[in-house]
C-alpha cells in the first residue's frame, strides 16, 4: 500500500466526517454515516494484514483527536485517545477475519462490512466511555448513545454502498490489488 496516497484518501474522508456528516445526519444530528469506517474497511479488505491494521489505527487516532468530549457543568472539553483508536482497530480485525469469506471487490461486501464494522466500533466506543464516565462528569448515556451508534452502523453500510464504487476505482492509486496473495504456489512437489 502507498503510505501516501492513503494520508490523501484520509485527510479527503476524514474532511468529509467533519464537514459533510452533520448534513446528512438524521435525527437532529444523532444518526449521521461515518466516511472514515468506509475507508477503513476498503483498506482492510484489499491491503495486507498488517498495514490495513496500522491504517485502521491512524484512522482511529484521527477521530479521537478531532472529536473532543464535553464536560458536564464545566466550559471546557477533553480529548480521549483511545475510544475511537480501539474500536477502529477491533473493527478492522472482524474485517480481516471475514475477508476470506466474501467477494472483495464487490460494493455489497463493502457495505456489509461497513454496518458490521461500525457497529463493533460502536460497541466498543460506547464500553470504553461508560467507563470513563465514573472517572470524569460526562453527559453520557449508554443504552440511548449505543441505540444512535447502531443506527449510525446501519446508515454507513448505505453510505458504503454508494461510494464503494469509487473507492474500487481508487485501488491502483493505493497501490492494493484486492485479491489474495500467496506466499507459495498451491502445487505439491
Given at each position: 500500500?502507498r ?13 468529509l ?11 437532529g ?10 475507508l ?5 479488505t ?17 477521530l ?16 480521549l485517545?483511545?475510544p ?7 473493527a478492522?480485525?472482524?474485517?480481516l ?12 461486501t ?13 460497541i466498543v466506543?460506547v464500553?470504553?466511555?461508560t467507563l470513563r464516565?465514573?472517572?470524569?462528569p ?11 451508534r447502531?443506527a449510525?452502523?446501519?446508515?454507513t ?26 506466499g ?6
Open positions: 500500500m503510505w501516501l496516497a492513503f494520508a490523501l484518501f484520509a485527510i479527503v474522508f476524514l474532511g466526517e467533519l464537514g459533510v456528516r452533520g448534513a446528512l445526519a438524521l435525527g444530528r444523532t444518526v449521521a454515516p461515518s466516511f472514515v469506517m468506509v477503513a474497511v476498503f483498506v482492510c484489499s491491503a495486507p494484514s498488517r498495514q490495513s491494521l496500522w491504517a485502521a489505527l491512524a484512522l482511529g487516532i484521527c479521537d483527536l478531532t472529536n473532543p468530549i464535553e464536560v458536564v457543568d464545566q466550559a471546557r472539553t477533553i480529548t485517545l483511545g475511537h483508536s480501539l474500536g477502529y482497530v477491533l478492522a480485525q472482524l474485517t477475519t471475514m475477508r476470506g469469506l466474501v467477494f472483495r471487490r464487490n460494493p455489497l463493502i457495505a456489509f462490512l461497513s454496518l458490521l464494522a461500525a457497529a463493533i466500533a460502536s466506543f464500553a470504553i466511555m464516565s465514573a472517572f470524569d460526562i453527559d453520557w448515556h449508554p443504552t440511548t448513545e449505543l441505540f444512535q447502531f449510525s452502523a446501519l446508515y453500510g448505505g453510505l458504503a454502498l454508494v461510494i464503494s464504487p469509487l473507492l474500487l476505482l481508487g485501488m491502483p492509486l493505493l497501490g492494493i490489488s484486492g485479491g489474495t496473495s500467496r507459495r504456489s498451491g502445487r505439491m512437489m
